[in-house]
């Protein structure tokens, strides 16, 4: 049986690698074809392969909660997605890569206290920690880039999307006690391709998806395969075992997995700083998440 400290890193780990890889997808998928349109298609196709595993496997959709799950949906697929999308075709991949992932968990630690979620001093400690490591890997990246107002909005639409993202955390916490991750997930993102569908008749109206390169749906695999179905899945499992604060402790890691992947995929070589800044975040994730156990004090709250 493996060691559940060891579980919780692996979890986090794979979990960070998969959403750190998403913002290069991302970023090369929205230079090919319309945001909004590639939202709507990814989360249709991630939805009805998941609800296909949830029905087969007989994991609960968590239905008992469907308005929960539509305002879920409407924060974390609908409205996290259009922000995030449509700021990375005014910014580079890298601003969303280190802002969203950076602000989520102060974000969402704030919002689960509103739920009943303890803040235990190593908690405060290790976001502190993970926080201070966060600002010295956004400094030493940003050092020398140039300004414009274009990507300041950019940067604006991405800081809307973490706050989104935090909601849909949070609630996780409540969704996931009626339903398995995976089905509540599911629901979430076919809520949240249903909503986004309209919107992307303000772009081409889907009329120029035949027309759309293979490199396209090459992105959009990677989206539906590792940052949606494994990423959200994970995730979640997290929330519901952990409690969304811990769990969003994941996204501290995504920073420091993209700039490995920077290494090796683009060939891209970090400074001194972004490796200090790197190791500065394990320490405090790994402090946040020192004896965690799963969560027990939420249950009164989740059925409120």
Request: aromatic share 10%; charged share 10%; hydrophobic share 55%.
């Amino acid at each position: 049986m493996v060691p559940a400290p060891l579980l919780t890193l692996l979890l986090y780990v794979t979990v960070a690698l998969c959403w750190s890889g998403s913002w290069t997808a991302g970023k090369l998928g929205v230079g090919a074809v319309p945001p909004i349109e590639l939202s709507a298609i990814r989360f249709a196709i991630a939805g009805l392969l998941m609800f296909g595993i949830a029905r087969a496997t007989g994991a609960s959709l968590g239905l008992a909660r469907w308005k929960l799950l539509l305002v879920a949906s409407f924060f974390g697929i609908f409205a996290y997605n259009a922000l995030v999308f449509v700021g990375l075709t005014l910014g580079p991949a890298s601003d969303g890569a280190l802002i969203v992932p950076t602000l989520n968990p102060v974000m969402t630690v704030c919002l689960a206290t509103f739920l009943g979620e303890r803040l235990t001093r190593s908690k405060i400690a290790g976001i502190a920690l993970a926080t201070l490591g966060a600002a010295v890997v956004v400094v030493s990246a940003q050092s020398g880039l140039e300004f414009s107002s274009q990507r300041l909005v950019g940067d604006l639409l991405m800081l809307g999307g973490a706050a989104c993202w935090s909601v849909y955390a949070t609630l996780g916490v409540i969704t996931t006690r009626s339903g398995s991750p995976l089905g509540v997930t599911a629901v979430a993102c076919l809520a949240g391709s249903a909503m986004l569908f309209p919107f992307g008749f303000l772009e081409h109206g889907y009329q120029d998806v035949p027309a759309w390169p293979v490199t396209a749906w090459l992105d959009i695999a990677y989206l539906v395969v590792f940052a949606t179905i494994i990423g959200f899945v994970l995730f979640y499992y997290a929330v519901r075992r952990f409690g969304a604060g811990t769990a969003s402790m994941v996204s501290y890691l995504v920073p420091m997995f993209a700039l490995v992947q920077a290494v090796f995929l683009l060939n891209e070589h970090p400074t001194a700083l972004e490796i200090v800044g790197g190791a500065i975040i394990l320490l405090g994730v790994r402090l946040a998440t020192w004896r965690v156990r799963p969560v027990t004090a939420l249950q009164d709250a989740a059925s409120a």
